[in-house]
Nanobody
Framework: QVHLVESGGGSVQSGGTLRLSCEASEYAGCMAWFRQVPGKEREGVGIVTRGGGITYADSVKGRFAISEVNGKDTLYLQMNNLQQEDTAMYYC???????????????????WGQGTQVTVSS
């Protein structure tokens, strides 16, 4: 069981910034950030492949950045120039399997945090 706890959500105006944190009980082969709005499927924001790279969804490239603290099992999501369409519940996810390139599909992740709400207003 991998326990994940997100924090850092809140309300900001368009153009603002937020940094989300995900504290993990262990660092898995795949770590990811997803987001979901009511009535829509959970979509990938960015993924980290252990021993590999970081991949971002096209919608957040150049605005969002994932970083990690070695030895602390903590994953961050720095969100800059936030827009109203970024409003969603943000989730941290993990999967212990070893992938060459971790997937950006929610069904491939076994462990999830409780989520943290991000609301962007005009």
């Amino acid at each position: 069981q991998v326990h994940l706890v997100e924090s850092g959500g809140g309300s900001v105006q368009s153009g603002g910034t937020l940094r989300l944190s995900c504290e993990a009980s262990e660092y898995a082969g795949c770590m990811a950030w997803f987001r979901q709005v009511p009535g829509k499927e959970r979509e990938g924001v960015g993924i980290v492949t252990r021993g590999g790279g970081i991949t971002y969804a096209d919608s957040v490239k150049g605005r969002f950045a994932i970083s990690e603290v070695n030895g602390k099992d903590t994953l961050y999501l720095q969100m800059n120039n936030l827009q109203q369409e970024d409003t969603a519940m943000y989730y941290c996810a993990a999967d212990r399997r070893i992938w060459t390139d971790c997937p950006m599909t929610a069904r491939d992740y076994k462990y999830w945090g409780q989520g943290t709400q991000v609301t962007v207003s005009s």
